[in-house]
C-alpha cells in the first residue's frame, strides 16, 4: 500500500522516496514493522484471547508428563498474531499489483483459516483431537489446487510446470498435468510438517526463521535476471517481490521468540504451524527450489519421517523405532531437557540452511 499509494506519487517529486524502488530496503522496513508490531502488542494479545480461553490448549495425554504438568493451560492460535502482522508488514511495503506477492498471501491466510479452525475446536471442546485428518488433508488439497491454479493462469513463463533438479545444469522435468499432484503434494506436505514440528517451546520458530530467509535469499536471486544467470537458475520475473512477504515473516516470527521463548506465554497452535508450513511449499514451488526445500526445511523432513518410520515400524512389528514420536519427544524421554533439544535443533537447522544455500550455488 505504502510502496503502491505513496512511493509511486510521490518519488518523482521529492527523491529520497527512490530509495523505496529497492527490495532490499523494503524487505528490511518490512522485517522492522512486523517484529515491532509482535513486541508491542504481544502481551496484549495474551491478556486479550486468556479471557476466551480459560483452560488455555488442552495438551495430548500421552505426552510427555512434564507437558501435563507444565504447560497446561497456556493459551493457543498466537498464530493469529503472527499472520496479522506479517500480512500488514507485506500489504505496507510490498508491490500489490505482483499476483506472486499476492497468492503467497492468500495462501498464507488460507491454511491459515483451516488452522484456526482446528485451534478453535480444540479450544472450545478442551479436546486435543481438534478437526479430523482427512478434512484438515481435504481443505489443504483444495487450497493448493486453487492456488496453484491461479498461478499458473496469472503467470506468463515457459517453465512453469516444470520441476530443477539440484546439483546439475539444465537438468529439469516438464511434469505437465501432474505439476499440479506435485503442487498439492509439496504444499499439504509442507504445512503438516511444520504442524508437527511446532511440540516444543520455540522448537519451531527456529527453522522456520532460517527458512525463510533462505528462500528469501532465493527469491531475490531468481528474480534477478543477471544473478539467476549466472547462477544457472530458473529466471522468474517478479518472485523478488516474496522477499517482502518472507521478511515480513521473519520480523513477526522473531517478535512472537519473545513470547513463545521457554517458557511460552503463548503456543502458535495449528493457526501459525499450518500456514506457514502451506506457504513456505507454496513459494519453494514458485521459485522451482523444491528439492533445495527438502534440504533447508530438512528439520521439518525428519520429524515427519520419525512419525512415519514409528507408525510403519509399529504396524508392522508391533515394535517402536523411538520412545516417542515425534522425534523431539524422543530425545526428552532420554533426559535431554527442553530447551536444549530445542537449541541443537535450530543449530540444525543453520547448517541445513547453509547447506541447502551452497546447493543453489553448486550445479
Request: charged residues 15%; positive net charge; hydrophobic residues 50%.
Given at each position: 500500500?505504502?510502496?503502491?499509494?505513496?512511493?509511486?506519487?510521490?518519488?518523482?517529486?521529492?527523491?529520497?522516496?527512490?530509495?523505496?524502488?529497492?527490495?532490499?530496503?523494503?524487505?528490511?522496513?518490512?522485517?522492522?514493522?512486523?517484529?515491532?508490531?509482535?513486541?508491542?502488542?504481544?502481551?496484549?494479545?495474551?491478556?486479550?484471547?486468556?479471557?476466551?480461553?480459560?483452560?488455555?490448549?488442552?495438551?495430548?495425554?500421552?505426552?510427555?508428563?512434564?507437558?501435563?504438568?507444565?504447560?497446561?493451560?497456556?493459551?493457543?492460535?498466537?498464530?493469529?498474531?503472527?499472520?496479522?502482522?506479517?500480512?500488514?508488514?507485506?500489504?505496507?511495503?510490498?508491490?500489490?499489483?505482483?499476483?506472486?506477492?499476492?497468492?503467497?498471501?492468500?495462501?498464507?491466510?488460507?491454511?491459515?483459516?483451516?488452522?484456526?479452525?482446528?485451534?478453535?475446536?480444540?479450544?472450545?471442546?478442551?479436546?486435543?483431537?481438534?478437526?479430523?485428518?482427512?478434512?484438515?488433508?481435504?481443505?489443504?488439497?483444495?487450497?493448493?489446487?486453487?492456488?496453484?491454479?491461479?498461478?499458473?493462469?496469472?503467470?506468463?513463463?515457459?517453465?512453469?510446470?516444470?520441476?530443477?533438479?539440484?546439483?546439475?545444469?539444465?537438468?529439469?522435468?516438464?511434469?505437465?498435468?501432474?505439476?499440479?499432484?506435485?503442487?498439492?503434494?509439496?504444499?499439504?506436505?509442507?504445512?503438516?510438517a511444520v504442524n508437527l514440528t511446532d511440540g516444543l517451546d520455540g522448537l519451531v520458530i527456529g527453522p522456520v526463521i532460517t527458512t525463510s530467509i533462505s528462500f528469501a535469499i532465493i527469491s531475490y536471486l531468481a528474480g534477478n535476471v543477471i544473478f539467476s544467470d549466472y547462477l544457472h537458475m530458473a529466471y522468474i520475473p517478479g518472485?523478488?517481490?516474496?522477499?517482502?512477504?518472507?521478511?515480513?515473516?521473519?520480523?513477526?516470527?522473531?517478535?512472537?521468540?519473545?513470547?513463545?521463548?521457554?517458557?511460552?506465554?503463548?503456543?502458535?497452535?495449528?493457526?501459525?504451524?499450518?500456514?506457514?508450513?502451506?506457504?513456505?511449499?507454496?513459494?519453494?514451488?514458485?521459485?522451482?527450489?523444491?528439492?533445495?526445500?527438502?534440504?533447508?526445511?530438512?528439520?521439518?523432513?525428519?520429524?515427519?519421517?520419525?512419525?512415519?518410520?514409528?507408525?510403519?515400524?509399529?504396524?508392522?512389528?508391533?515394535?517402536?523405532?523411538?520412545?516417542?514420536?515425534?522425534?523431539?519427544?524422543?530425545?526428552?524421554?532420554?533426559?535431554?531437557?527442553?530447551?536444549?533439544?530445542?537449541?541443537?535443533?535450530?543449530?540444525?537447522?543453520?547448517?541445513?540452511?547453509?547447506?541447502?544455500?551452497?546447493?543453489?550455488?553448486?550445479?
Amino acid at each position: 500500500m505504502f510502496y503502491n499509494l505513496i512511493y509511486k506519487q510521490l518519488s518523482s517529486s521529492l527523491s529520497c522516496f527512490n530509495v523505496f524502488q529497492y527490495v532490499t530496503v523494503r524487505s528490511m522496513c518490512a522485517f522492522l514493522v512486523a517484529f515491532f508490531a509482535m513486541v508491542l502488542t504481544g502481551s496484549k494479545f495474551i491478556n486479550f484471547i486468556k479471557k476466551f480461553q480459560k483452560n488455555g490448549q488442552p495438551i495430548r495425554d500421552d505426552g510427555p508428563q512434564n507437558h501435563i504438568d507444565t504447560k497446561q493451560g497456556t493459551p493457543t492460535m498466537g498464530g493469529l498474531l503472527i499472520i496479522s502482522a506479517t500480512i500488514i508488514s507485506s500489504v505496507l511495503f510490498g508491490d500489490l499489483t505482483n499476483e506472486k506477492l499476492i497468492l503467497s498471501l492468500l495462501v498464507f491466510a488460507s491454511f491459515g483459516m483451516i488452522g484456526a479452525f482446528d485451534d478453535y475446536k480444540k479450544v472450545s471442546k478442551q479436546d486435543y483431537h481438534g478437526l479430523s485428518g482427512k478434512k484438515k488433508l481435504i481443505m489443504q488439497s483444495l487450497i493448493s489446487v486453487a492456488c496453484v491454479l491461479v498461478f499458473i493462469k496469472l503467470t506468463d513463463q515457459p517453465n512453469i510446470t516444470k520441476v530443477f533438479i539440484p546439483l546439475f545444469k539444465n537438468f529439469e522435468i516438464d511434469l505437465g498435468v501432474l505439476f499440479l499432484v506435485w503442487s498439492v503434494f509439496v504444499m499439504v506436505g509442507s504445512s503438516n510438517a511444520v504442524n508437527l514440528t511446532d511440540g516444543l517451546d520455540g522448537l519451531v520458530i527456529g527453522p522456520v526463521i532460517t527458512t525463510s530467509i533462505s528462500f528469501a535469499i532465493i527469491s531475490y536471486l531468481a528474480g534477478n535476471v543477471i544473478f539467476s544467470d549466472y547462477l544457472h537458475m530458473a529466471y522468474i520475473p517478479g518472485l523478488e517481490e516474496v522477499c517482502i512477504f518472507l521478511s515480513s515473516l521473519v520480523g513477526a516470527s522473531l517478535g512472537f521468540m519473545w513470547f513463545n521463548a521457554p517458557p511460552a506465554k503463548i503456543f502458535m497452535g495449528d493457526t501459525g504451524s499450518v500456514a506457514i508450513g502451506g506457504v513456505l511449499g507454496f513459494i519453494s514451488i514458485i521459485s522451482k527450489h523444491e528439492f533445495i526445500y527438502v534440504v533447508i526445511g530438512g528439520i521439518f523432513v525428519i520429524e515427519t519421517l520419525s512419525v512415519i518410520v514409528q507408525v510403519m515400524s509399529y504396524k508392522l512389528t508391533k515394535k517402536r523405532v523411538f520412545l516417542m514420536a515425534p522425534i523431539h519427544h524422543h530425545f526428552e524421554k532420554k533426559g535431554l531437557a527442553e530447551s536444549t533439544v530445542v537449541f541443537r535443533f535450530w543449530i540444525i537447522s543453520i547448517v541445513l540452511a547453509i547447506v541447502g544455500l551452497a546447493l543453489v550455488k553448486v550445479r
